[in-house]
Each structure stands twice: as C-alpha cells, then as structure tokens.
C-alpha cells in the first residue's frame, strides 16, 4: 500500500526557518478512530484555526487533524494544550494514507477541507485532493447524513468541484445551492491563515456544504 501514487504528498513539509525538528505535536498523534464517537476530520489543517474552533464548540466531538505542515502541526498543538483542548488528535500525512490505515467505515460524522491547495497551473492541477476519486473513496468512510465542508478561494478549482459534485449527485447532496448560502460566513467559519490571505488579496472565498445520501 505504501507505493499508492495516492499517498504522494507535494509542497513544504516545515517552514524555511524551521530548522529544529520540534515533533511535540505527536503527543496528539492518532491511534485509531472510534466509529462510536462523534468524529470530524479537518483535510489540510494548516495552523489549526480550523481545528480549534470546532474542537471548542463541542468538547464531545472528536476532531482530527490530517496535515503534513510540521509548523502548523506544532502551533495547533500549542493552541490545544492552551485552550485544555483534550479532543483533538493528529495524523501527520496524507489524508489517502490516514483513511486506509486509521479509518474504519461509516465512522466519520462530518469533513472540512478548507482552502486545500489549488495547484494553479493546468499540468498541476491533477495534484488536486478534491476529484471524483476523493468523493468516490471518503463516501464509504462516512456515516448516514455525513456532510462535508469545503471552502476556496480559487474561481477554477471551485468550478471543478462544482463539476465534481455533480457528477457525484447519486452519493452526495449540495445543501447550499443559492448564492447567499455560498457566501463565506466567518461569524461561523473559521477565519483560517488562508481565508485572511484571500481577504488580503481581493479574492471572495466560496462555501460549499455537502450531505452523504
Ligand atoms: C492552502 S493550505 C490551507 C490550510 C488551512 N486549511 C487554511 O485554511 O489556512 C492547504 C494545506 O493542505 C495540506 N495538504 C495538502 N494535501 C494534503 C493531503 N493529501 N493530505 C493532508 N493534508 C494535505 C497542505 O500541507 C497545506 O497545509
């Protein structure tokens, strides 16, 4: 399994400063993911703002983080341990790699991919996380009613998820069809180090909420 192109992982692992292989994060390290609890997994946690903020809207749930960025690993690490956060573990990796070993079916209750990377360029952008392939495999790990949280700020990757879901319109419902509803709310949404880039630059980031069928 470990030669799945699936697993390949592009872009920084640790930031360009980092030069001191702190791995205090793995204390959060997942062990496994117990079909029982009430699970959320946030694809491409970043920094964590996004894990935080649904860690502390309902100790019960259990959210896991799935992120290779070790800067960013550590920094939810340290937010966790500051916010007595006891419901948040890590996977360090790729999320293809995470759901195969750690996952079992029908156990996951909800997924945020927010801002994943949008891989510009047309000869990147099969380096995509969001395709059919994605929806095809996360859909058996989901529970009944599971939904799925994406945001971007990038006009072609949202047309090809858009494409995407419909193609998947058998497996999948998109729950926020009008324009208001796409609208990226960030009394409820976590302002992450992403979606404060895209304010920053003029770009108006597209919400996009999905139920498994
Ligand atoms: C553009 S950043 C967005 C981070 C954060 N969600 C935010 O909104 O600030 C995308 C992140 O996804 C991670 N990532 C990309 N592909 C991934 C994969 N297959 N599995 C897990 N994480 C991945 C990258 O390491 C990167 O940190």
């Known amino acids: 399994m470990k030669n799945n192109s699936h697993y390949r992982l592009y872009g920084r692992t640790k930031g360009r400063k980092n030069n001191k292989n702190n791995d205090s994060f793995l204390k959060l390290k997942l062990i496994s993911v117990d079909h029982n609890k009430y699970n959320i997994l946030d694809i491409g946690s970043g920094f ?3 894990s935080i903020k649904i860690a502390k809207r309902d100790k019960k749930k259990i959210v896991i983080c799935c992120e290779k960025y070790i800067d960013g690993l550590n920094n939810l690490f340290k937010e966790a341990q500051k916010e ?9 990796g790729n999320v293809h790699q995470m759901l195969d070993e750690y996952c079992s079916k029908n156990s996951l209750s909800e997924v945020w991919i927010f801002f994943p990377d949008p891989w510009p360029k047309k000869k990147h952008n099969k380096r995509r996380l969001i395709d059919k392939y994605f929806f095809n495999k996360i859909k058996t790990y989901l529970k009944y009613g ?6 971007s700020d990038s006009k072609s990757y949202i047309s090809q998820i858009l494409r995407t ?3 998947v319109k058998e497996d999948f419902l998109w729950v926020n069809q009008s324009k208001s509803e796409w609208e990226y709310d ?3 949404l976590p302002e992450t180090k992403y979606y ?15 139920k498994k069928l």
Not at 84 to 92: H, P
Not at 146 to 151: D, E, G, K, L, R
Not at 196 to 210: R, S, T
């Open 196 to 210: 404060k880039k895209a304010l920053e630059n003029g770009l108006k980031p597209l919400y996009v909420k999905l």
């Open 84 to 92: 007595q956060l006891d419901n948040i573990f890590i996977y360090k």
């Open 48 to 50: 964590g703002e996004s």
């Open 165 to 167: 879901i419909y193609a």
């Open 186 to 188: 960030s009394e409820t």
């Open 146 to 151: 599971a939904i799925i949280n994406i945001a």
